[in-house]
T-cell receptor, first 113, second 115 residues
Framework: GNSVTQMEGPVTLSEEAFLTINCTYT??????LFWYVQYPGEGLQLLLK?????DKGSNKGFEATYRKETTSFHLEKGSVQVSDSAVYFC????????????FGQGTRLTINP | SAVISQKPSRDICQRGTSLTIQCQVD?????MFWYRQQPGQSLTLIAT?????????ESGFVIDKFPISRPNLTFSTLTVSNMSPEDSSIYLC????????????FGPGTRLTVL
């Protein structure tokens, strides 16, 4: 079946540190991949996406590359800020146009000044 | 993007009662979705709601427990029936982006506590 596995949290970093949150997936076919972010007290927001192998999604300094050979979509940021503190969800949509999202368990990130 | 609102934002209910959650979108959308996020857990899709047809439920969720209405292209409701403490969760609605067939926008969620 389709599933997403994320790096266990919580993750605590200092401001300006380098961030990696690992995400691997299992799916049939060629899924689309997403990172969503949930800031405290708010709903989920799409952070970035990639729809085919080797695509790189990027937004707000975050990047993730769709790696078909390793079935991974790791989230990275070179220098985190306190305002990046949130819960991050990796997700996949199993088939182009299917619209069902399968989420990972979420990773809580806290950035200390 | 779409702006989505949900009512209520939170509620505390007694076991055995029912709660109806409303989801309003600022534009017409074809597909709306309802998710559950149990404490400390990820999101699980409950059902997909299309206007003019019965909702499609995911494995483990049934219409008697989670009846859904979709009276028009901007509104949907989810009812949590005969609640138990295990139903304590955040319930989120989402809509499909009009220009990206597999991208979704989410509402702020309804935090439900069942005593």
């Amino acid at each position: 079946g389709n599933s997403v596995t994320q790096m266990e949290g919580p993750v605590t970093l200092s401001e300006e540190a380098f961030l990696t949150i690992n995400c691997t997936y299992t799916a049939t076919g060629y899924p689309s991949l997403f990172w969503y972010v949930q800031y405290p007290g708010e709903g989920l927001q799409l952070l970035l996406k990639a729809t085919k192998a080797d695509d790189k999604g990027s937004n707000k300094g975050f990047e993730a590359t769709y790696r078909k050979e390793t079935t991974s979509f790791h989230l990275e940021k070179g220098s985190v800020q306190v305002s990046d503190s949130a819960v991050y969800f990796c997700a996949l949509s199993p088939i182009q146009g299917a619209q069902k999202l399968v989420f990972g368990q979420g990773t809580r990130l806290t950035i200390n000044p | 993007s779409a702006v989505i609102s949900q009512k209520p934002s939170r509620d505390i209910c007694q076991r055995g009662t029912s709660l109806t959650i409303q989801c309003q979108v600022d534009s017409q959308v074809t597909m709306m979705f309802w998710y559950r996020q149990q404490p400390g857990q990820s999101l699980t899709l409950i059902a997909t709601a299309n206007q003019g047809s019965e909702a499609t439920y995911e494995s483990g969720f049934v219409i008697d427990k989670f009846p859904i209405s979709r009276p028009n292209l901007t509104f949907s409701t989810l009812t949590v029936s005969n609640m138990s403490p295990e139903d304590s969760s955040i319930y989120l609605c989402s809509v499909a982006a009009w220009d990206s067939y597999n991208e979704q926008f989410f509402g702020p969620g309804t935090r439900l506590t069942v005593l």
